[in-house]
């Protein structure tokens, strides 16, 4: 009889113990690879979905530019929502699209197609500044601005930049003026029992500070420069508008008005859509997208700089945010 014992020599229990020992460790090995085996499989499987997000959050610079690429069109450039740094309608992105739209030699005409309640006086007056020297620069090229459902408030101060101001009947129109919005908590705090502790160095380091008694002389100071930017605001707004523009004192009180009525008062020099202008107008209908979106990557860097410049504004007692309105 053969013995099938591989280890004739050991005794049973030692055997038994060998071989369970092996058994184990074999057992161990095999789960450590299929271990690895999912761990690598999860890790690409997390990577193919984050690749996945980043192609679809990740817009080209050129938005239609293919169909008009080598021959001659009008050059499309959106203004859209706040007019801020870090937002799509950033001073940033919109100065590089018309860049490139004027650059293009293939481009005929420039529409500014503009849908914005405003924001910063400072990105605003950047883009009028960019296209007025754009007009010095490219005589040849017209450039309009449309605007869409509104074109307010910083949203006009760049349309007046442009040749022509075109509208729809319904679009919102206007609000030439300046905000800045704050509050007052020093009744509050007293009823609540809560002491104030703000340490300064500097008569006016806490300007405007919504924890104290609003102080006549801070109100005035910040009212002045309200007014100076104001002032800014309608200089180039007549700058821009010339002798269209109605004597009316109420076009630079902060109202608005519809497409229709803004023909009448000189912000608007006739109706009509982007479409209209590129054809009937510019005309060219080949029309090419300019427009320049922020990134995913720079729209959350730009978002980590804005909180840390937030953090700091606060810190020095600047919370207000000033903004055409």
Request: glycine residues 10%; contains cysteine; proline residues 4%.
């Amino acid at each position: 009889m053969v013995d099938s014992n591989p280890n004739p020599g050991l005794p049973g229990d030692e055997r038994w113990a060998r071989d369970t020992l092996t058994r184990l460790a074999f057992a161990a090995v095999t789960e450590q690879r299929r271990a690895r085996r999912w761990g690598i499989f999860f890790k690409l499987l997390f990577f193919a979905y984050l690749i996945a997000v980043l192609v679809l959050a990740w817009p080209g610079d050129l938005v239609g530019t293919s169909a008009g690429v080598g021959k001659r069109h009008t050059a499309l450039v959106r203004v859209s929502g706040l007019i801020a740094g870090g937002a799509d309608a950033s001073a940033k992105n919109v100065i590089e699209a018309l860049r490139k739209a004027f650059r293009d030699k293939n481009t005929v005409g420039v529409v500014l197609e503009i849908n914005s309640p405003g924001g910063s006086p400072v990105q605003a007056g950047e883009i009028y500044d960019e296209i007025q020297k754009l007009r010095q620069q490219h005589p040849r090229i017209p450039i309009y601005a449309v605007a869409s459902d509104v074109c307010a408030s910083g949203g006009y101060y760049i349309a007046a930049a442009a040749q022509k101001v075109y509208a729809n009947r319904a679009s919102i129109i206007g609000s030439i003026g300046v905000r800045m919005d704050s509050f007052g908590f020093a009744d509050a705090i007293a009823r609540l029992g809560i002491e104030r502790r703000a340490y300064t160095a500097g008569a006016n380091k806490d300007f405007l500070d919504p924890f104290k008694p609003a102080n006549p002389e801070e109100v005035r100071h910040l009212q002045g420069m309200l007014d100076a930017i104001h002032r800014q605001f309608i200089a180039a707004v007549k700058q821009g508008r010339g002798e269209r523009l109605k004597d009316n004192p109420e076009v630079f009180s902060g109202l608005m008005w519809t497409g229709e009525q803004s023909v009448g008062l000189g912000l608007v020099d006739a109706l009509g859509s982007s479409r209209y202008v590129a054809e009937e107008v510019i005309g060219e209908k080949t029309v090419v997208d300019y427009t320049k979106r922020t990134r995913l990557v720079e729209r959350l860097f730009d978002n980590t700089e804005a909180g840390l410049g937030a953090a700091l504004l606060q810190a020095l007692g600047l919370e207000g945010t000033v903004r055409w309105r």
